[in-house]
């Protein structure tokens, strides 16, 4: 319960600072080109809000809603999630958005997308400033990987250390050296000391998504973090923090994957583990739980066996190098969206769950930053894509009316306004019913 809280307090601050920084791009556009904004709300608010006040003076009404799916600017003279059709049947006034340019429209429009771009691209500049960018080179992961199933069906195997994918050398693990490994013909790794080509195969990103079992992840040798008590097996066994465990019954367990794959099979039975404490083999005598569980912490973070390298950058030189992964990072999500639209794209689909799984179980304020930053370029470029109901529909036919020197008619912008609102409620559906049903047969 207590991870599921800080996940969810998670998801929702991150949501409420993106969906507060959209709508004001809105917002900032409106009143400069002197449009009225009637309200400016956190969360919908169908019947009733939580908190509203209308500052004196003011024009517009701010307010907390209850429904967390998003939030709203509701300009006057534009016909959007509100449907306000009496005020659309009265004649256009100046402060209006209908009656201001087709330019000014479109800035109004597009303002919520260009801010949440520029947003990302902010924070990813000053988590660089505040936190640098350290990461293991492939290189020195002298264990190699220990692959998923899908990974090891078309050639890999645990141990292999990444080289290049084609020509490109593969500098350190993560989803750009996925991306590079999916849209290579071979990737090189180093077997046993040599060299090794794996072919691989187009569809490959379909495999991912159909069997769910990931990429890979570092391999760890097996050491003792600590003990967490006195009277566990393995303690009452005279095993110490800092030992490496090397076999189970003369089995190897070269890595942590290995280790724990050998004690599944072990559940309540006599062992004998052989552990290296420094330099000296030796032999231990235990019976595991239920669980196959020894009661010991292992070093589980390959940032504390690996040797790293670390960038760090002064407050101006973060800037282009924030705007270069933000802009990377945009390009590398845009190239995913063709397998969106494919079986297993459809199938892999997440709603807030998904989300909410991206961030970490305990709060770690670089990764809460650098997930609400790659999650405000997921909502700048949803909400640019040419569907009714969001801003790139409404900048559609802002364009037809350009081309066309013809502007929409009222009702048909209406009836466009409810056919995305009703797909869009769809795929929420949808995607949060996937969430559930995971959950259920996970």
Known sequence: METFLIKALQLIA?????????????????????????????????????????PRSSETEYGI???????????????????????????PQPYEFRSKSSGARFLIMAGGVMFNFLLALFIYS?????????????????????????????????????????????????????????????????????????????????????????FASERIPAIVKELPSSDTPAALAGMQAGDTILAIDDVPAVSVYELRSLL????????????????????LQLTTDTAGYMGILLVTDPMQVYQTTRISYDFLSSFPAGIKLGVKTLKGYVGEMKYVFTKEGVSNLGGFGAIG???????DWHAFWEKTAFLSIILAFMNILPIPALDGGHIMFLLYEVITRRKPSDKFLEYAQITGMLILFGLLIYANGNDFFRFLFK
Not at 66 to 79: S, T
């Open 264 to 283: 599944e099979l072990r559940k309540s039975k006599p062992i004998v583990v052989t552990v290296n404490r420094r330099g000296s083999i030796h032999s």
């Open 65 to 91: 809603g209850w429904l967390p799916l998003g939030g709203y600017c509701k300009i006057a003279g534009m016909i959007d999630e509100s449907m306000d059709k009496e005020q659309m049947a009265q004649p």
């Open 357 to 363: 799984n991206l961030f970490p179980s305990t709060w």
């Open 126 to 214: 000053m988590v660089l400033f505040t936190w640098g960018d350290t990461y293991i080179p492939l290189k020195n992961v002298k264990m190699g990987m220990d692959y998923s199933e899908t990974f090891l069906n078309i050639g890999f195997k645990d141990g292999d250390i990444l080289l290049r994918a084609d020509d490109k050398d593969l500098e350190r693990f993560g989803v750009d050296a996925l991306r590079s490994i999916i849209a290579s013909k071979v990737v090189t790794v180093s077997r046993n000391g040599l060299e090794v080509q794996i072919s691989i195969p187009d569809d490959l990103m379909q495999r991912l998504m159909r069997d769910k079992k990931g």
């Open 14 to 54: 991150s949501l409420s600072i993106l969906v507060l920084v959209h709508e004001f791009g809105h917002f900032l556009f409106a009143r400069v080109f002197k449009v009225r904004v009637e309200k400016f709300y956190l969360f919908f608010d169908p019947w009733f809000a939580l908190f509203r006040f209308r």
